[in-house]
Structure formats: structure tokens, C-alpha cells
């Protein structure tokens, strides 16, 4: 399976709504803080509008809910792992995209036969407080050396104008936030990232 070279995280519904008749057809929902049963409804919601748009959707953290919810991705991270069930992941069908910083979290992330690889951030990130500061196009060139077919998702200060480097680097995938929620004509940057990434 190949993944869509640009994979977009946004964390609430209506950003899919108005970016998925864009064209984007890969996105993570990346909901926190959000009680029970608004957030169930809030990722069937996505999943619908997905199907819809012919998009994959990756649910961020809440496996549970995805499994519930007939979804086809769930990204988890490092300490998602200690709670989740990894095989009752597998049984429903899911595919498992996992973050990765450091050799030993790639080493756990490789045993659990990903479906991508997650590496960041590679450049700062102002989205939240995290211990690795800039990862580097470098380390995105290792992780592909080590990872071989799985592929390789770059995350964390990701630009339109960075992408061709994290590409060129050995990423399969860029992720972003900021730089599309952030920038005052959103639906005009997804276009510039649709174009640098077709
Ligand atoms: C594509 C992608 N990569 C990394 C992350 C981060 O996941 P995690 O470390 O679990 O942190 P939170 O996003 O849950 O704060 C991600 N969500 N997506
Ligand atoms: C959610 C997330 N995870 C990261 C990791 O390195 O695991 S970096 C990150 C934030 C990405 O947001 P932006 O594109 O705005 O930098
Ligand atoms: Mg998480």
C-alpha cells in the first residue's frame, strides 16, 4: 500500500470539512482533551466525511474509538503504546502508523511490524513542548537506511518550501500542522502542498 505523500493533522472535524474537497487524501484527526462521547462522534464524523472524499483517515491516540468506529488507521506514540492493545489493533484490521525519536523507540516500533514510521520532529515545532528539539534531514536519511520498505513519515516544523528536502531525504510522507492551520489562507497553502506533493 502507498501512502499519500502529503498527510495533513488537523484537530477538529470542521478543518476536514473544509479541506478535503481539496483534494487531500490522507489525514490524521489529532483530537485532545475532548470528552467521551463528543470525541467518538467527532472521529465517525471524520470517517464519514473521509469515505466520502475517497481519504484515508488516521485517528490520532484513541484506538479504542477507532476500533469502534470501523476505521482503517490508528497513529499512536510512545506512551500510547503502554496502554494500547497492539493485537486487538491488529484483529479489527487496523493499520498502525507509530512516532519514533530515537534508536530504541524505532527498535520497539520495528517489533510491532508498522505500517509507516514516524520520525520528528525534524525541524522545531511549535505545536507543543517536546524533549528533542530538531531531528534533522540526516536523521530522516538513517531512519530510511534502517526501516527499509516501511514507510517513512516526516513530522515537525514541516513546510510547503521543506518538504522537497524531507522528500529528497528518504520521507515517503510530510506531515504538518501549523503551516497550514496557522497561515492565513489555508485552503490556499493545502493547494501549494497538494501541487509540490503530486
Ligand atoms: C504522523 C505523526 N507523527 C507523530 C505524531 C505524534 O504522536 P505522539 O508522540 O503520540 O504525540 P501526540 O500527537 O499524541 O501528542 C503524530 N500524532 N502523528
Ligand atoms: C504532533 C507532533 N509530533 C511530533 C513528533 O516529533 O513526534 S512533531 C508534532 C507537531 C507537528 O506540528 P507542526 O507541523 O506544526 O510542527
Ligand atoms: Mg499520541
Known amino acids: 500500500m502507498t501512502l499519500s505523500r502529503f ?13 478535503l474537497p481539496l483534494g487531500v487524501k490522507l489525514v490524521q484527526l489529532r483530537i485532545k482533551d475532548t470528552p467521551e462521547p463528543e470525541l467518538r462522534a467527532a472521529i465517525e464524523k471524520g470517517q464519514a466525511l473521509c469515505r ?18 470501523g476505521c482503517d488507521w490508528i497513529h499512536l506514540g510512545q506512551e500510547d503504546l503502554d496502554e494500547a492493545d497492539v493485537p486487538a489493533i491488529r484483529r479489527a484490521e487496523l493499520k498502525l502508523g507509530l512516532s519514533t525519536h530515537d ?21 522545531p515545532t511549535i505545536l507543543k513542548k517536546m524533549k528533542w528539539h530538531q531531528q534533522g534531514l540526516e536523521k530522516l536519511t538513517e531512519w530510511k537506511a534502517l526501516i527499509g520498505d516501511v514507510p517513512l513519515v516526516a513530522i ?5 518550501e521543506r518538504a522537497g528536502g524531507a ?30 506533493t503530486k
Open 156 to 160: 515537525g516544523g514541516m513546510s510547503v
Open 103 to 123: 534508536r530504541t523507540e524505532l527498535d520497539r516500533a520495528l517489533s510491532l511490524d508498522p505500517d509507516y514510521v514516524a520520525l520528528g520532529p525534524v525541524y
Open 52 to 69: 466520502h472524499h475517497g481519504a484515508v483517515l488516521v485517528v490520532n491516540d484513541h484506538w479504542q474509538i477507532a476500533i469502534d468506529a
Open 7 to 19: 498527510y495533513p493533522i488537523f484537530d477538529n472535524i470542521r478543518w476536514l470539512e473544509r479541506l
Open 167 to 196: 522528500y529528497a531525504a528518504g520521507a515517503d510522507a510530510v506531515s504538518a500542522v501549523t503551516d497550514i492551520t496557522l497561515n492565513d489562507n489555508p485552503e490556499g497553502r493545502v493547494r501549494q502542498w497538494l501541487e509540490v
